[in-house]
């Protein structure tokens, strides 16, 4: 019996061992993400601005250069109404795509007219870590607002959330996705 014990007490302090190295290995490759995308921003030049015009809607796009270490940049920023920013920023090492910001106010539709206690709308932040096609991670907050002039005094409110932590079922379907939609918007400069 003292046996089963001693061998139950390995295999749980094992599993929990290898369960912390994993975790340890995928804090690694983000913190390591995060350490590229600070450093690049200090010194980030733009390589090209322009601001795509679709109807009545604008978008603000900046390429910028590629840094010694393969780290490049593009940035869009537009409102999809006058009341609703939202900003995205992809950086790639070597034409790869290592983190995706995207962040805003996104509105609620609501079937019908908006009922008195409804939400309009949601101030979100959503961070994508890519460690090549083989793992994604997501990690997301969002605060939900009554209307949009709540947004700047709110702020602080938001920027106090915690994130929420995901990690994606299938990454490389994620990954061709973002470089597909990557692919498609340069094409869109370009033209």
Known sequence: MMRIKMVVA???????????????????????????????????????????????????VIIYKKNSRGISKVTAASRFSENFPIKMEVYLKNDNIIMRRVSGLSPY????????????????ENVTYFNSNTE????????????TEEMDSRRSEFESLVFTETLIENPDEEYQQAMASLKEFKDTIKK
């Open 10 to 60: 390995i295999v749980v302090m094992l599993s929990i061992s290898c369960q912390n190295e994993t975790e340890d290995n995928r804090l690694s490759w983000i913190q390591n993400i995060d350490r590229l995308v600070s450093e690049y921003n200090k010194e980030a030049k733009i390589e090209h601005s322009e601001t795509i015009v679709d109807g009545t809607h604008e978008t603000g």
């Open 136 to 147: 994604v991670t997501l990690f997301e907050r969002k605060l939900d607002l009554m209307s």
């Open 109 to 124: 539709i609501h079937k019908g007219q908006k009922r008195e206690g409804d939400k309009c709308c949601a101030l979100f």
